[in-house]
């Protein structure tokens, strides 16, 4: 039987999911791949974790070099996360000639070319399935299965974080300060929360997805990003009425006139497939010039789920021999003439709290005719009354351009008679 | 450029999908892969066919030999259906180094093995993605992505003839037969339908994906099987005062005690992701050991959809060449001690057409304590009432064994004071 030696660069919640089901699983793996799977070595600065999770204290290296020249180790699993020091410890790994595992979705997205060439050049494999939306196969869909499509476009609910938050708030109308702390009570959400509300997280995933998909290099730095941390809980209400839910989407498109990556909130129809992605779910939904709409859901974080996903590159690693063509796409930067959309078009769900005087909606009409902004319904809410005594006037516009919009927003809170904007969601359909 | 010629038997729906693909997609595959997929020759009956699809005359073959013969053919899709010829036409192909990417789900359910060891012997590869749910990529999740998994259970709506029957059934209150027509009217059920409506054709698929998820080959003759052309558009509403959904669910479950696997018409809780599945859209909701629940949903048929899955293979057949590992898996026999539960347990809706008379309840009631079925929820409906004045009562049971159930239907039916039993559908969670 075929010995292969994996080793573990970080012993957190993947890391520690990952170990447990190489250890459990060893015996299926022997029966079915016939392969025998082993963690030959682990590091990890709290030897104490490393030893409760009963990694043996020989197994526990010193540094990377030990990994790096220990002849039993052929597959290295990167899931420290962050840049540095990762990107050195995996590049170590690869110049080494082990082939490498990652989970680390910051990381291959801004460095993934770079990576590449040193994986290459070493004839490794470098695999990324984990980096986004843990279990969920959609890497691997969208390299082997997708690949005779132009995909017109992605949505996806990449985040778990933020999609937790926001089901809560909806389901509970409770606050998003006070919705935060729960999360970050329970682990669903960190500390320091800013990576995964303010949609970073979701826009270095994006940027790998839509690479693969449109056959172009999409750097995350293209993509445009706004995160939930201003979404008031009376918005979401607001939005039901009108047959809407809010999710943070990652949004790619590929049309005739380019292509526009964004990450922000979004009202979508209640009977949308991505509308009943709750909690902690994720899911991705693609569509091709064939393959029509197809969605991918499942856990996207989590030990197992996202173990499940690093333990599936392993073992295609651990049995093919030919896998550089088939992980490796699109990371050297935009190929020739890709052009990004930033003035992209959308409906648009635009609150505004309004004096309660005659003559305002005859203003907020004509700033956005002036705009080129045609509404498409309006509401004029009493419940509830807004503090300062103005009224909340909502409208759901047609599908109009963000520049349009953005002037409107301008005009109306330039001017006095009016009140302010006091809410902007795109509607995506 | 690498060159790549196509052979297609069969220019059907699908066949014809698959043309038009490669056709207007070449650039595309040019540019993205640096392959020139071309299409070098069709065997087609229906030779006027194939001239209005664009085939230009000098590449209709005469006959399976020319294929086989044609040095610039280097990979053939089957999708002409069904058993003979397709099986000894692509054993023609795998024998002369063609490699074979088909769609053909009975074929390969019955025959995989045969055709793996011609494969092999003769260093082809042989991909079958689109003989299973169409464009959805479960066969290379199965292969690839979940491999690190134990597979607890996987649940699918893998026949779009029969959910956009019950669809229908479930939104107009139409009955079977009714709906039966106006699909065949509308091309999406053949006219014998019975492969679809008595789920053959769902137990083709499930053999082949549980094969794949519980690592051992599950033969469709081991596959319990019901199909939906005694359903009454009266369960489907009964079924919905419950909360449930009526589906044609594809299951298999790997427990303790064995592995069951079996087609048949199921109530699912209108909550469940696979409830909102609806008209030819087709899902797999699959639970792993790791991953926890992964659903993969989309078009299960349709020339191009189905035409995605086989271009998806055809190019990963051109871009690889270790690639018998990865398609190859369970096909020779269930593995030593692989047990099948016959017996199995669900939860049950049972509908009895009552006579109005003092006493069937408690009859009922003992028939159930004998078999050991304990009652969940009871309703008595009056609307409608049935013709030959009985009275539909309707129960949920917990859950019990298959057996039980059987039994109580035998004695029930055969209490003349008691009346019939009209339905019994599995409840699924």
Same mark, same amino acid.
Request: glycine share 8%; charged share 20%.
């Given at each position: ?6 080793? %573990? ?26 392969? !025998?799977?082993?963690?030959? +070595? ?11 999770? =009963?990694?043996?204290?020989? /197994?526990?290296?010193?540094? %990377? ?20 020091? &990762?990107?050195?410890?995996?590049? !170590? ?17 801004? @460095? ?5 060439? *040193? ?40 985040? =778990? ?9 909806? *389901?509970?109308? *409770? ?7 729960? +999360?970050? /009570? ?13 949609? @970073?997280? +979701?826009?270095?995933?994006?940027? %790998? ?14 993509? @445009?990003?706004? =995160?939930?941390?201003?979404?008031? #809980?009376? !918005? ?15 949004? =790619? ?7 526009? #990556? ?18 902690? @779910? ?30 599936? !590159? ?32 959308? &409906? ?5 709290? *309004? ?29 509830? &009354? ?40 795109? #509607?995506?359909?």
């Amino acid at each position: 039987m075929k010995k292969v030696g994996v080793a %573990i660069l970080g012993l957190g919640v993947v890391g520690g999911g990952t170990y447990k089901i190489l250890k459990e699983h060893r015996e299926l793996y022997q029966k079915s791949y016939k392969i !025998d799977l082993t963690v030959e +070595a682990v590091l990890e600065r709290n030897r104490e974790r490393a030893v409760s999770l =009963g990694v043996e204290p020989e /197994k526990i290296a010193a540094n %990377i070099q030990e990994i790096c020249s220990n002849p039993d180790v052929d597959i290295v699993v990167e899931v420290m996360g962050g840049v540095e020091p &990762a990107k050195s410890f995996v590049l !170590d790994c690869l110049h080494a000639g082990k082939s490498v595992v990652t989970s680390n979705k910051e990381l291959f997205c801004k @460095y993934n070319h770079e990576l590449e060439v *040193a994986a290459k050049k070493n004839h490794c494999g470098l695999f990324y399935e984990a980096s986004c939306v843990g279990g969920v196969p959609v890497i691997r869909a969208l390299l082997d299965n997708l690949q005779g499509n132009k995909i017109l476009s992605m949505m996806g609910i990449i985040n =778990g974080t933020t999609n937790y938050i926001l089901t809560k708030m909806a *389901a509970e109308g *409770a606050a998003y300060e006070e919705v935060l702390k729960e +999360a970050q /009570k329970l682990g669903y959400a960190e500390a320091n929360p800013s990576a995964d509300v303010e949609g @970073y997280d +979701a826009t270095y995933k994006l940027s %790998i997805l839509s690479s693969l998909a449109f056959h172009t290099k999409i750097p995350y730095t293209k993509i @445009y990003r706004e =995160g939930i941390t201003n979404i008031a #809980v009376a !918005d979401i209400e607001y939005g039901k009425k009108f047959g809407y839910v809010l999710k943070l989407l990652a949004i =790619g498109k590929n049309g005739d006139n380019g292509i526009e #990556v964004r990450v922000h909130p979004s009202f979508i129809k209640s009977t949308h497939p991505l509308a009943s992605v709750n909690d902690s @779910y994720n899911a991705v939904y693609i569509t091709g010039d064939c393959v029509e709409d197809v969605m991918l859901y499942g856990r996207g974080a989590g030990a197992l789920p996202t173990g499940s996903a690093i333990v599936g !590159d392993i073992i295609y690693c651990a049995t093919h021999t030919n896998y550089q063509y088939s992980t490796f796409k699109n990371t050297e930067g935009p190929a020739p003439g890709t052009k990004f959309i930033d003035n992209f078009e959308s &409906a648009y769900y635009i609150r505004l709290n *309004a004096t309660d005087k005659p003559g305002v909606l005859a203003k907020v009409s004509s700033v956005f005719a002036k705009c080129k902004i045609s509404v498409a319904q309006m509401s004029q809410q009493r419940d509830p &009354a807004c503090e300062d005594g103005t009224v909340p006037l909502i409208f759901i516009t047609h599908v109009t351009h963000e520049n349009n919009v953005n002037r409107a927003v301008k005009l109306i809170n330039e001017s006095d008679e009016i009140a302010k904007v006091a809410a902007v969601i795109r #509607v995506v359909s």
